[in-house]
């Protein structure tokens, strides 16, 4: 049984590019959310996707966007980049759309850092 | 507002009990979350607790709640080297919101 998978699992970039992070669910599950780590801090939430929609989005700017495809993959693009944006970057995978007490599989995570 | 506080660390001796806390502020919360994080990995999934229950063990792990003071703690019960990590808790609520509300997470060590 799959569990959540992330590419890549190491990414540079300069200020100012954009960069494209992709994150596969655990097998069966539907919904995706996305959560940024910075070093020493507990994960935040970006946004969350079910049904190919954005469901829910926390206190990120618009610079971050996310994208849904038909087989659950999602997509998770940031433009214009900052040096604030060098994080670990986890995807989670649940079933339901994110029903509460089922639980979140995150996947190993996309270590970004903006120079 | 939503908050979840933890201590930064903790240090024990290989075979003793671990005891993880955890404050949360959110009343609307009903589900709480123990994840740990491995250095270099993502979140795992240990244990989670619905709000109207008071305790949940699993093998080595004991989660209590006091809902009253919206306290909540993780047990690990003959800790060993392997359980060295980053312990994480989280609150989610039933409704009206998908996202979890993590702490910024205890660091256990385990001394052999």
């Known amino acids: 049984d799959a569990g959540v998978t992330q590419s890549p699992t190491h990414l540079i970039k300069t200020r100012g590019q954009q960069v494209t992070l992709r994150c596969s669910p655990k097998?069966?599950?539907?919904?995706v959310s996305w959560y940024q780590q910075a070093l020493g801090q507990g994960p935040q939430f970006i946004f969350q996707?079910?049904?190919?929609?954005?469901?829910q989005r926390g206190n990120f700017p618009d610079r971050f966007s996310g994208h849904q495809f038909p087989n659950y993959s999602s997509e998770l693009n940031v433009n214009a980049l900052l040096l604030g944006d060098s994080a670990l970057y986890l995807c989670a995978s649940s079933l339901g759309g994110g029903l509460a007490g089922l639980g979140k599989y995150f996947g190993p995570g996309t270590r970004l850092t903006v120079t | 507002g939503e908050d979840v506080e933890q201590s930064l660390f903790l240090s024990v001796r290989e075979g003793d009990s671990s005891v993880i806390n955890c404050t949360y502020t959110?009343?609307?919360?009903?589900?709480l979350y123990w994840y740990k994080q491995e250095p270099g990995a993502g979140l795992q999934l240990l244990t989670y607790i619905f709000s109207n229950m008071d305790m949940k063990q699993d093998q080595r792990l004991t989660v209590l709640l006091n809902k009253k003071d919206k306290h909540l703690s993780l047990r690990i019960a003959d800790t060993q080297t392997g359980d060295s990590a980053i312990y994480f808790c989280?609150?989610?609520?039933?409704?009206?919101?998908?996202?979890?509300?993590f702490g910024t997470g205890t660091r256990l060590k385990v001394l052999a």
């Open positions: 996707y079910y049904e190919e929609e954005e469901r």
């Open positions: 959110d009343s609307s919360s009903t589900y």
């Open positions: 097998s069966g599950h539907d919904t």
């Open positions: 989280a609150e989610s609520a039933t409704s009206g919101t998908y996202k979890y509300i």
